[in-house]
């Protein structure tokens, strides 16, 4: 069986970009295929990490990401258990298996790092991949150790993964959900992604179509120290990360109110009223007294 747990996006317009860090002069040449674990002598786990049992695919994709960030840096494979994933799952929900969006998980990744393989890891920043700049995926494949992505699931993409085919469009599949996994690696036909304990790949037309989000992770800023020779701009990047992490997030939008919709609740309202019905229809912007009380 299995489980999703991608809540909808949350967008915050201080989100950074990836498109304004990289330095076009000094990109490498886009490899056709790119495949992260193709760098390392030993076999990276791609482990279900609970998502046959709980929503928690936000904290899988991080754990497959994490195996990658420290494969890179300690050439060796770490050993993240079921529960640690488990865990910060949980801590992020306050308890219940409600899913999770994929930024608040990031900014908490960001800030506070997480437990996996009884050591703390965290990463140093984030910014977001426009999805349908396809090199930005592939750069960050080829720089960054993979991508930490999510989508919308019709449910012809559950029905290819049991048969083990490529996720293609299937026109009329309804969307069963959301879901979080991370891209390990690319090539003509698709992005290849890992998700419920496999790699899996998709064509370009089904990352276009159905992938909603989709960040790049950066470990360790250290190893991006010559502005010369480098194709991320430090500097810049941590000059915006400061600006970002001083300033206040922004308010989310509320639905502007629809004048003909409050009308016609109005004049229902005179109806109610006349037959001595109970209760009041409201369009969108509810009595000021039930705001109060909700702030109280």
């Known amino acids: 069986m299995y489980k ?45 990490y609970a998502n046959d049992r709980y929503g928690d695919c936000v904290i899988a994709g991080r754990a497959h990401q994490t195996l990658r960030f420290e494969a890179f840096e300690e050439n060796k494979q770490i050993e993240i258990t079921d529960q640690e994933v488990m865990d910060e799952y949980f801590s992020e929900t306050g308890g219940f298996d409600t899913g999770l969006d994929m930024l608040t998980s990031l900014n908490l990744w960001r800030r506070n790092g997480w437990t996996a393989a009884s050591k703390h890891y965290d990463v140093h920043v984030y910014a977001e991949i426009d999805k349908l700049a396809h090199d930005e995926l592939k750069y960050s494949v080829l720089l960054f150790n993979g991508a930490y992505t999510g989508f919308l699931v019709p449910q012809s993409a559950i029905d290819q993964f049991e048969r083990g085919q490529t996720w293609t469009v299937v026109s009329g599949s309804p969307v069963v959900g959301g879901h979080c996994v991370y891209i390990k690696g690319y090539n003509e036909i698709g992005p290849v992604c890992v998700t419920w304990g496999k790699n899996q790949q998709m064509t370009w037309e089904f990352w276009d179509i159905y992938f909603d989000e989709a960040y790049a992770v950066i470990d360790n800023i250290n190893e991006w120290c010559d502005p010369a020779t480098d194709p991320l701009d430090v500097a810049l990047l941590e000059q915006q990360l400061s600006e970002v992490t001083t300033s206040p997030p922004n308010p989310e939008p509320s639905p502007s109110p629809c004048k003909f919709g409050r009308g016609v609740a109005r004049v229902l309202n005179v109806f109610l009223w006349m037959f001595k019905r109970k209760g009041r229809l409201y369009y969108m912007d509810p009595p000021k007294k039930k705001q109060n009380e909700k702030k109280q």
């Open 4 to 48: 999703l747990g991608k809540l909808p996006k949350r967008i915050d317009k201080r989100t950074l970009q990836l498109k304004k860090f990289l330095v076009k002069k000094n990109l490498p040449p886009l490899p056709i295929t790119c495949d992260v674990d193709s760098s390392y002598p030993f076999l990276v786990n791609n482990h279900m």
